[in-house]
């Protein structure tokens, strides 16, 4: 059962946000309060408040009661058994064993977290005995560790706010706010100041807000940090009767809510979810899978926190929620993995992946007891269904939520709701907001990784994903049905494959320092400069630089799709190069590439063109890397065009037919056919100055590899990891012209399948493949797709193609022409495609797109402004 999609992310636009917002503002200015000072406002409403806050994080008598929660309880009782162990064997300068305080921010964080988790054992009922529910001593002992850390640690504003902003605003504000509410009871008979002291504290170190509060107009708090900024000001006006607190930061809160509209953004904020269900945060990070699941977490609990109060209707809420759900997540989880191209730096961290979906999952069981009717019953269903296709047991301990624990047992044992995906197994995602590509079919699911000038090409910081340069640069990831992810991808593909030869990427042969290794510090330090740990500039040139081509983005048409990519450079190196940086700022020069991908049933088809270096590197193009264990039964196997065998081992003798890599270990295969380079479509096609005879042959390799985790990111722990890494790329020396490739990756290949596509008997044929334009034609599918590039006409088969665009064309059998156009700049006012041939009158078209004749055949006219990359379709007989 499908919820209604592509109409969920629309339903609480800025206007109607306003609209809610306004009798909150209005309500919060008539109780004008001081940080911290109490406000008579209504009792029932804080009660409520500090109620359902304290059943989300400590469960209720009724949800703890159950055996399926057992477990839960007793990971919270053990963790405060050992944070009070650390807490007893702490030595000088610190309040928990090993974490040294006065110049960590991060273990000053810890330690609060630590005192949370400690006070949360005392509140958790439960059926069985334990000698820390209720024990008045441990709670004081906290509070006492709590006026310790603000009198020595936290509270001179002057010595505090070093290292990263996150800590002080949100991370901290966190664990005390909730230990406030917590020990509500037992603060205000032992230390009744300590709250308002606390409250007071955090207002001061929001310093990227407003007079203490909140600031829509800062780039600090937006997305899933607002979110976490204003769910903290919820609960500590709860715990300090502030009810203006309370009803601004709702009202606050309420901006994360709608859809973005990029031309439109308010407050300046292109952060959030999208209309295509792309988020994004930090302005231009591709983030749903790891700031995305903290935002759609902070959401629904903001929900159930306020379940019963007066300050909103949530359905509102869950109605936007939901939609994030169904259009923003599902399509990229695959057999209960999420996928990279979403995670920002937390590629590098040792759980991610499974983790990662344990967090949507929860997120999805509390929000279907709050939806109704058909949606409750998909949310529902698509519970049961992560976990009947996930390869790791997800183990609902790991829920923040005793209560989630609860649920999520009512929600498996319900036989009245069948285990059933949110989407379609046989669909096309195109994310063009975030420059991400998701094709799924029932045996894989193929997820593309691009960047513009629009969003970043990667996101590097505080030592996370230390050598990221080519990860927005068309790297490509193959999940194959049935295979334990954390074996074919997460931290150890990162790990052990090299940086530049990630699966898909284009690169310069040369070696780039990271970070650490450039400058010493986890930043490129130059204060003078306007280069700080957290400075715009630190976030534009270093954290998460974008790329400076416009060109990103593709059509889809059904459940197929067309994306086309022109590499550049990021902004950091066109700006040293301009001299806008300083002379010790180190940037990296991109190679070149025009590149195309067609996404069909049982083949994905990868096209590249004018692919080589402007500097005269040595170039390499991968078409594909994968991962296996040391031990599995790995095989390569293949053919050359004239019939010969090769396993590769090196660079083909020959022109290749088709290769197969195939993991006995794991069951999987993937197969690689070699298609002809392109046609005449095109009035350069098959020009010598776009191929180079010297090269265009393919090496294959497959490798032991032994690499530390830490080397992808300075906190993972130093673990060895060894695994056969196989690559096949094409690889061009230095000086080179420039060539072209064109391949097919067909996943599950059985090599009588991939010896039917080098005989010829294939349904696949490039048309064209240049810099201008490159199309392919499948012929079973009765579909033909373009990629344009540039200015001016450009012919591929019977389309004519004005300037840069994407279009699909697919012909029915009973002659119904159908047609999906896309501007893949996001830049271009109308789009004009000419079907040549007999004339096509429109049976339907979306209200954008008009239909006349021309001499010699059909003009199909699309007005793309502000469409934002949005496929724009049209049906023709």
């Known amino acids: 059962m499908q919820l209604s999609r592509r ?158 902003w996150f800590n002080w605003e949100i991370g901290i504000s966190a664990s005390v706010t909730k230990t406030l509410v ?95 269900g792309s988020f994004i945060q930090h302005d231009s990070v591709a983030y749903t899978g790891s700031y995305g699941k903290v935002l759609l977490t902070r959401a629904v609990q903001t929900v159930k926190i306020l379940e019963g109060t007066d300050y909103i209707d949530t359905a509102a809420l869950v109605s936007v929620v939901r939609g994030w759900v169904a259009d923003g997540f599902a399509p990229l989880v695959f057999e209960g993995w999420m996928m990279e191209v979403v995670k920002g730096r937390g590629v590098s961290r040792t759980a991610t ?118 990860q927005g640069d068309g790297a490509h990831y193959l999940y194959l049905a049935g295979q334990d992810q954390t074996r074919a991808f997460g931290v150890d593909y990162f790990t052990t494959v090299s940086p530049y030869r990630l699966a898909g990427v284009t690169a310069p042969v040369e070696t780039r ?41 593709g059509a889809r048409l059904g459940t197929y799709g067309a994306v086309g990519l022109v590499l550049g ?84 003798p020959g022109p290749v037919a088709w290769l197969r890599y195939a993991d006995a270990g794991q069951g999987v295969s993937v197969g690689y056919v070699f298609l002809d380079g392109g046609g005449d479509g095109d009035s350069d096609i098959g020009r010598r100055a776009d191929r180079d005879p010297r090269g265009g042959l393919p090496t294959a390799a497959l490798d032991t590899v032994t690499r530390s985790r830490r080397l992808v990111r300075t906190s993972n722990p130093d673990t060895p990891v060894t695994k056969q890494v196989f690559s096949l790329s094409v690889d061009q020396p230095a000086g080179a012209r420039r060539l072209s490739t064109a391949h097919a990756l067909v996943p599950n290949a059985t090599e009588r399948q991939l010896t039917a596509y080098g005989r010829g008997r294939g349904p696949l044929s490039v048309v064209a493949n240049t810099t201008r334009v490159q199309a392919v034609e499948h012929r079973g599918l009765s579909l033909l797709a373009a990629n344009t590039f540039t200015p001016g006409t450009h012919r591929a088969d019977r389309l004519s193609i004005d300037g840069a665009a994407s279009v699909l064309l697919r012909t029915s059998r009973d002659g119904t022409v159908s047609i999906a156009v896309s501007d893949p700049t996001t830049e271009r006012n109308t789009v004009s495609v000419t079907l040549r041939g007999r004339w096509l009158r429109a049976v339907s078209s979306d209200d954008r797109v008009r239909v006349r004749r021309v001499l010699g055949g059909t003009r199909v006219d699309v007005d793309t402004r502000r469409a934002h990359g949005r496929s724009l379709t049209a049906r023709l007989r």
């Open 7 to 164: 109409t969920l992310l629309t339903t609480l636009p800025a206007s109607a946000l306003l609209a809610l917002a306004a009798p909150l503002r209005a309500r919060a200015a008539a109780r004008p309060t001081s940080a911290g000072a109490a406000d008579p406002g209504p009792g029932p409403n804080h009660a409520a408040l500090l109620a359902n806050t304290l059943a989300i994080f400590a469960g209720t008598a009724e949800s703890n009661a159950r055996p399926e929660v057992a477990a839960k309880l007793a990971a919270l009782t053990s963790t405060a058994r050992t944070r009070l162990a650390a807490l007893n064997a702490a030595g000088p300068g610190e309040l928990f064993k090993g974490l040294a305080l006065g110049t960590s921010d991060a273990n000053l964080n810890t330690s609060y977290q630590y005192l949370y988790e400690i006070a949360l054992a005392t509140r958790a009922p439960g059926p069985a005995a334990s000698d820390l529910r209720d024990d008045a001593g441990v709670q004081r002992r906290v509070i006492d560790a709590l006026t310790l850390l603000h009198d020595t640690y936290y509270g001179d504003q002057a010595r505090g706010y070093y290292g990263n």
């Open 182 to 276: 917590l020990l509500k009871e037992e603060l205000a008979a032992y230390r009744p100041g300590l709250t308002a002291t606390y409250v007071a504290s955090m207002d001061a170190y929001l310093r990227n807000g407003e007079d203490g509060d909140v600031d829509l107009d800062s780039r600090f708090h937006t997305g899933a940090n607002l979110a976490d900024i204003t769910t903290n000001r919820i609960l500590q006006g709860a715990a300090t009767g502030d009810d203006a607190r309370v009803t601004k930061a709702v009202a606050d809160q309420l901006t994360v809510y709608a859809t973005v509209d990029p031309y439109q953004p308010q407050h300046g904020v292109t952060d959030g979810f999208y209309a295509d």
């Open 353 to 470: 992946g499974y983790t990662d979906v344990a967090v949507v999952v929860e997120a999805v069981v509390d929000l279907s007891g709050h939806a109704a009717g058909a949606d409750a019953t998909a949310l529902q269903g698509y519970v049961k269904f992560v976990r009947q296709t996930s390869k790791a047991a997800l183990d609902p301990v790991v829920f923040v939520s005793p209560v989630s624990v609860a649920r999520y047992a009512d929600i498996l044992a319900d036989t009245s709701v069948p285990a059933r995906d949110l989407g379609d197994a046989e669909s096309h995602t195109a994310f063009n907001s975030m420059d991400r590509t998701v094709h799924r079919r029932p045996g894989y699911a193929f997820a593309l990784a691009r960047s513009s000038s629009r969003i970043s090409k990667y996101e590097y910081m505080s030592g996370e994903n230390l050598m990221p340069w080519f």
């Open 513 to 553: 320092r990271t970070v650490p290794e450039l400058y010493g510090t986890a930043w490129y330090d130059n204060p003078e400069r306007g280069f700080t740990s957290s400075s715009e500039s630190q976030n534009t040139y270093v954290y998460f630089p974008r790329g400076t081509n416009t060109l990103s983005g």
């Open 569 to 652: 450079d990021d902004v950091a190196y066109a700006a040293k190069r301009a001299g806008e940086l300083p002379d010790d700022f180190v940037a990296y020069r991109n190679a070149a590439a025009t590149k195309s991908w067609f996404m069909f049933d049982d083949e994905i088809v990868v096209l590249a063109a004018g692919v080589g270096d402007p500097a005269g590197r040595a170039v390499t193009t991968t078409l594909d890397s994968r991962i296996a264990a040391a031990s599995d039964a790995v095989t390569v196997t293949g053919r050359l065009r004239d019939g010969a065998a090769w396993s590769g081992g090196g660079t083909a």
